[in-house]
Structures are given as C-alpha cells and as structure tokens.
T-cell receptor, first 115, second 113 residues
Framework: SQTIHQWPATLVQPVGSPLSLECTVEGTSNPNLYWYRQAAGRGLQLLFYSVGIGQISSEVPQNLSASRPQDRQFILSSKKLLLSDSGFYLC??????????????FGPGTRLTVT | AQSVTQLDSQVPVFEEAPVELRCNYSSSVSVYLFWYVQYPNQGLQLLLKYLSGSTLVKGINGFEAEFNKSQTSFHLRKPSVHISDTAEYFCAVTRSNDYKLSFGAGTTVTVRA
C-alpha cells in the first residue's frame, strides 16, 4: 500500500530564516505531487504541483519554491520566511495521468509558525 | 475552469441527529466529485468519491453523497452523527485530464452531546 510522509510535523522559525519541508511517497511510482497551504481560518490553497522529476508548476507567486529531485520526493523551500508564511502545509499525491484515479491522498501536514 | 461552493461554513448538530452538508459546483464538462474530512491538526482523508455510475455514493464512517447533475450538486449526508464526526469537511471537483482538484471553502461540523 501507499504511504505519504511529511516532516517535520511542527516548526517554529524566525522571520527571514530559510525553510525546507520534505514530502516522500512510498509504494507507487511516477505520482503527481502537490503542496497546499492552509492559513488560519482559511481553506486550502494550492501552491505547487509536479507531474514528474524536475517539473514544477507554480500556482501562486510568492517567496516559496518547490523542487522534485527524485520521483517520490517533493520539497518546499524558502530563502527568507515572512510572517504571512505561517500555516499548515500539506503534501498530497495522486497516481500519474492515465491511471484512472483522480483523487488525491494527503500527508499528515507540517504546522509552520513564523515568529 | 470548475469552481465549488459549500453553502454552509458552520453546521452545529446534536449527537445522533442527521446532518447534510451542501456542495454545488460549476463546470461545463463532466466532473469527478469528492468529499474529504479533516480532523484538527491532521491531513485530509477521503470520505467518498463519485466518478460515474450510481448517483448515490457510500463512503466511510456511514457517510453518503448524492450526485445531481441537473442541479450540479453533490450533498453529503449522515443519518446519525457521533461526537467523533466533529471536523471540517471539504468538497472537491476535478475533470478528466486535469491535474488539479478545486476545493470548496470547507464546512465545520460541530457535534454536541
């Protein structure tokens, strides 16, 4: 069966510091990968998605970036955090296109607090 | 592009009472529909999905939803809720050849004894 991992689970970082959140998926190959953010009291905001290694699509211009160095690894980064980057970050995966499955499966999330 | 409207932001309900969460979507093409549940400080968990076939879909934890194409709705129901059903619920839609899900704003369900 497939599993998705995110770490760290919680993170407290000062304004201006760098960020690296990691997501890995096990038990599948060539998945589509996604990063979402939930700010306090708000819904899900899609940040990035990737349909293959090195292929990143950005949904919202901001000071975050994403990379996919390996098939089942997705990394969210920032060089300098802002207060507004605080939130709950969720990674999700979906079987690659053409495999007849459209739902996404979510990881446990990372709670980021920027102070 | 498709969009999703969840008509209720908060739904308080007593234990063992029924609950219905409303979801409407807009799309000019055939869609696939989903309901997710999110417990506090956790990721989203898939409750049920509609891809094709029977318009009444049964999911986990006693939930079911009905797809109504003419009304472009996909309402979620449970005949008798438990305290443990307290959570946020998201409706989502996608279409064939689309990599992304469009989510509604969410409905917070609070079950009281």
């Amino acid at each position: 069966s497939q599993t998705i991992h995110q770490w760290p689970a919680t993170l407290v970082q000062p304004v201006g510091s760098p960020l690296s959140l990691e997501c890995t998926v096990e038990g599948t190959s060539n998945p589509n990968l996604y990063w979402y953010r939930q700010a306090a009291g708000r819904g899900l905001q899609l940040l990035f998605y990737s349909v293959g290694i090195g292929q990143i699509s950005s949904e919202v211009p901001q000071n975050l970036s994403a990379s996919r160095p390996q098939d089942r690894q997705f990394i969210l980064s920032s060089k300098k955090l802002l207060l507004s980057d605080s939130g709950f970050y969720l990674c999700a995966w979906r079987p690659g296109q053409g495999r007849g499955s459209y739902e996404q499966y979510f990881g446990p999330g990372t709670r980021l607090t920027v102070t | 592009a498709q969009s999703v409207t969840q008509l209720d932001s908060q739904v308080p309900v007593f234990e063992e009472a029924p609950v219905e969460l409303r979801c409407n979507y807009s799309s000019s093409v055939s869609v696939y529909l989903f309901w997710y549940v999110q417990y506090p400080n956790q990721g989203l968990q898939l409750l049920l999905k509609y891809l094709s076939g029977s318009t009444l879909v049964k999911g986990i934890n006693g939930f079911e939803a009905e797809f109504n194409k003419s009304q472009t709705s996909f309402h979620l129901r449970k005949p008798s809720v438990h305290i443990s059903d307290t959570a946020e619920y998201f409706c989502a839609v996608t279409r064939s050849n689309d990599y992304k899900l469009s989510f509604g704003a969410g409905t917070t369900v609070t079950v009281r004894a």
